[in-house]
């Protein structure tokens, strides 16, 4: 009752004074938010911009926002004195190894957990929780004396199968497969699947939005990881993007216009999933925000 | 019949299993295993090159009496509350000035999120540059309003300031859209309500928001802490934990002593105080989180 008279008294009012009142606000929300963002964006213009600069412009002062011409050739230096390709090539191969493997495992085990009972199954998802207090730094060096003990320093190997198993994963996946309606598997198994096809064919499907959100996080995480590739790799022609970036800080030290450019490649394909998938990743985030 | 389906119930709890087993083997040996592994090297003098003795809680000791290493703890956590607060509040602010359907709302989110899928090597290698005290674009705005150049990293009184502004300008994005869900959730009678009462806007802030936005902020505040406790990636490229140890962290001083002068017992004892401040920040945010769920 009370919500029926109140509600048209307060549109009036708000029509009421629309032109003089609102319009102002308005305006002065999108200037502040403008100018916000192009704090936000800024660092990103003069990456690009650095990065068609020629040597002599990058050093000068006042400093110059559009270069003239445009040093395009920076790009083609980069790819000649380093190898850049390789560099790139690398980073793609750990990361989809990365992020297809966390996909299965992670959607196999919380599959597992949300809908399969056995014994210790409780016991072993608080444990599940448990890791995810543990911080990466803890594992390095001991990780770095295991890898070195099996011979498998200086390989990928210590990239990407680590990163298949994270408790996060499966914990996100385990939330989403809570949610499915029972009916789908006692119908599957009324046809005689068993529990491997029921998920495979079935349950897995059904969760292609979770799968896709793991999937951006994890794609980020390991497209950007520095400290893992630092730790493990020698040779440069086996260094990742971004370990790649770090070695052109040292070797360009006065070079700033191929640094940049570096940069600029580098951040393109996690540009392109976050465009692609931004509603993956804002879901992601509010999931694990609401975690525990 | 019943026990036909016992039977039923028993193979599929095999099958339950065999799903959990690769992962489980994966956390073991790659997670659970390292901890305990960790702890063990941390009473030892490992050098890589020497081998090792039990050397007992030394390596405790000796850190406590390591002025480089109580430095870098004192600089972590100040790196912690220059950061944390400040990006709190601002990510908060704009979450509030977000929240709400308006057209080209989604074009100022987008751009918020770049610099959080952004590396951290990648925009740290760029402020660097922002920062250069000659020809840094900051540098050069203040000489052009008649200021004088600071030596943003240079300087090692403001030199964990300038890295942290760099660090609450990157995860800014994170912050506001967690709180965007927080501030999705309170039901917008409430505000109604509140609107015809009489209230102002600040005060509709104060009294609804604010409140209700209370587990959120909590999240935010105990995982931007722990976040903020295990910065590597933008000191090592930005400074190095440089000028005079200004930088230099519990991460960085790890990764040198472990990686550089191959002290790894000495190091996993650094790893294991950091994963003790951790776990204990990890546990608080767990049991208030169950409290929450329970509200």
Redesign the interface.
């Known amino acids: 009752m009370l919500e029926l008279r109140n509600k048209p008294v307060v549109e009036q009012k708000k029509s009421f004074d629309y032109r003089k009142k609102i319009d102002f606000k308005k305006i002065f929300f999108h200037i502040f938010l403008f100018i916000i963002c192009t704090f936000m964006i800024v660092p990103f213009l003069w990456m690009l911009s650095s990065s068609l600069k020629s040597q002599f412009d990058i050093a000068k002062m006042p400093p110059v926002w559009i270069p003239k011409p445009p040093q395009w050739s920076n790009y083609i230096e980069l790819f000649k004195g380093q190898p850049m390709l390789k560099f790139i090539l690398n980073s793609i191969k750990i990361t989809v190894s990365v992020v297809i493997g966390q996909l299965f495992f992670s959607s196999l085990a919380g599959y597992a957990f949300a809908r399969i009972k056995f014994k210790g199954r409780n016991v072993l998802f608080f444990i599940y929780i448990g890791t995810l207090m543990i911080p990466a730094q803890i594992t390095l060096i001991p990780m770095y004396i295991l890898i070195s003990r099996i011979g498998l320093l200086d390989t990928h190997f210590p990239l990407i199968v680590p990163g298949f198993f994270y408790a996060f994963g499966v914990f996100l996946m385990r939330q989403f497969y809570l949610s499915l309606p029972v009916e789908l598997e006692e119908a599957a198994e009324i046809d005689g699947c068993n529990p491997f096809q029921t998920y495979w064919r079935i349950m897995m499907p059904q969760v292609k939005p979770a799968l896709a959100t793991l999937g951006v996080f994890t794609f980020m995480n390991t497209w950007n990881d520095l400290i893992g590739a630092l730790i493990y790799l020698t040779s440069v022609e086996k260094f990742t993007m971004t370990l790649g970036l770090a070695l052109f800080r040292g070797v360009y030290s006065t070079k700033w216009n191929y640094v940049m450019a570096g940069s600029v490649i580098s951040i393109i394909p996690i540009l392109t999933v976050y465009f692609v998938g931004q509603k993956y990743f804002e879901e992601g985030i509010t999931l694990s925000g609401l975690k525990g | 019949m019943e026990g036909r389906l016992q039977t039923i ?1 028993k193979r ?6 065999l ?2 087993l ?3 083997l ?2 073991l040996i ?6 305990i ?2 702890l063990i ?1 941390s009473f030892t003098d490992w050098n ?1 090159m020497r081998g090792f003795n039990f050397i007992g809680l030394e390596n405790y000791f000796n850190l406590f009496e390591d002025e480089v290493f109580i430095k870098s703890l004192i600089n972590t956590f100040y790196f912690a509350l220059l950061t944390v607060p400040a990006g709190i509040i601002l990510s908060l602010l ?1 979450a509030a ?2 929240n709400r359907k ?1 057209k ?1 709302i989604g ?9 959080v ?7 740290s ?3 660097s ?2 920062y250069d005290t ?2 840094g ?1 900051i540098n ?1 705005i203040l ?2 309003i008649g200021l004088q150049s600071v030596g943003w990293l240079t300087n090692t009184k403001i030199s964990m300031l300038s890295v942290a502004i760099m660090c609450i ?1 990157k995860g ?3 912050n506001m ?2 709180y965007l ?2 501030l999705q959730g309170i039901p917008n009678q409430l505000y ?1 309500a509140a ?2 009462d009489g209230a102002t806007p600040f005060k509709k802030f104060m009294n609804i928001t604010l409140p209700l936005l209370r587990p ?1 902020t909590y ?2 505040l105990i995982m931007s802490t ?1 976040g903020a ?2 910065a ?2 933008q000191i ?2 930005m400074t190095g934990g440089g000028p005079a140890d200004s930088t230099n962290t519990i ?1 960085m001083y ?2 040198n002593n ?2 550089r002068y191959l002290k ?1 017992g000495y ?2 004892a650094m ?2 105080i ?2 003790i401040i ?2 204990f920040l ?2 608080i ?2 049991k208030y ?2 409290t ?2 329970e509200e």
């Open positions: 119930e599929k709890a095999k099958w339950g299993y799903f959990i690769p992962n489980l994966g956390i790659f997670t659970a295993g390292p901890v592994f960790s090297i890589l704009f000035l977000l308006m080209g074009i100022y989110r987008t751009v918020m999120f770049i610099p899928v952004t590396s951290m090597v990648s925009v290698l760029v402020w540059m922002l000659d020809f674009l050069s000489n052009k300008w800014l994005g994170y859209t967690i869900a927080g109604e609107s015809i959120t999240f935010v722990i406790l295990q590597f990636d090592y490229i991460v790890l990764y472990a990686f790894m190091a996993s790893a294991y950091l994963f951790i776990f990890s546990a945010q767990y989180s169950k929450w769920s």
